[in-house]
């Protein structure tokens, strides 16, 4: 470059410089979008029987697959039917995200989706969810499970918690009357719900939705039984909203109709009023 003067300068170009930088950061950027990916994959882990049926190109025979999403409706499963000594813990998948902190290597015990079996009836598979499933892993949760099983005769009932804030209706009465169930199912299920449909504008969201669209798509008999509570913690009261569900049943699943007061308290947690001005 020539000045005024005449004196010719050498210009010094950051060009090149700048282009390997902005290659450098997006190679890191990449590089940390392919862990956070893969990180955020869910993970099935299964017992050694199921893991070598698996492998051999076999998928888990089932009749009746039961879903529940929740705090209230695992642990109505936990009260009413997991108490007996027929059902073994077969398997449990594992997420991570903003909410959910389980790892891959998180066992059977520590995970909040674990899958159970019947002893006598393998072909009924119960399991229950009480982690966070985020948008992005609900797709490949609801393929990664229903890759594994048998969907020749395949009834599925989904038990999902829900708050009574979120229920839009007109009459006011209804929805103070909570807890109350409503239901929701594919074209497939050509049975009698226990409970009225959920009515419009109301919607299903998060895993029981995932469900029951690729229940749609691949024609399978699914119903979702939403409970509205308006306690935010687990309550006996909200639990047992789920009782009429499990009569569609039949024999597939056995309930214990009074659970005692011990089994009772493990499962649900009392809810102290902190706002009492007399404490």
């Known amino acids: 470059m020539a000045t005024f003067f005449g004196e010719v300068l050498s210009v010094y170009s950051r060009a090149v410089d700048e282009d390997e930088e902005e290659l450098d950061e997006n190679e890191e950027d990449e590089e940390i979008h392919r862990e956070l990916e893969e990180k955020r994959q869910v993970h099935l882990q299964w017992s050694p029987e199921v893991s070598e049926s698996l492998k051999s190109g076999n998928k888990m025979p089932c009749s009746d697959f039961i879903l529940a999403v929740g ?69 490949q949760w609801t393929e990664k499970v229903f890759d594994c099983l048998e969907h020749r005769q395949l009834n599925v009932t989904v038990l999902s918690d829900c708050s009574v804030a979120e229920y839009k209706t007109a009459d006011y009465l209804c929805s103070s009357s909570a807890p109350f169930l409503r239901s929701l199912h594919t074209a497939a299920f050509t049975a009698q719900p226990v409970c009225q449909s959920l009515e419009q504008p109301n919607i299903v969201t998060g895993l029981p939705a995932a469900v029951l669209n690729h229940c749609e798509v691949h024609r399978i008999a699914t119903v979702v039984y939403q409970c509205y509570s308006d306690v935010t913690g687990p309550d006996s009261v909200s639990m047992e909203t789920f009782k009429p569900a499990l009569t569609k049943l039949g024999k597939s699943i056995q309930s214990d109709p009074s659970p005692s007061t011990d089994v009772l308290r493990k499962f649900v947690r009392s809810t102290n009023i902190q706002s009492n001005l007399y404490i």
Do not use: M
């Open 71 to 139: 705090h209230n409706a695992a642990r109505f499963l936990s009260v009413y039917v997991l108490t007996s000594e027929n059902w073994d813990a077969v398997g449990h998948a594992s997420v991570w995200n903003e909410r959910s902190r389980a790892g891959a290597g998180t066992s059977s015990e520590e995970s909040a989706c674990v899958f159970y079996r019947r002893k006598d009836d393998p072909s009924v598979v119960i399991c229950q969810v009480t982690c966070y499933v985020a948008e992005d892993q609900l797709f």
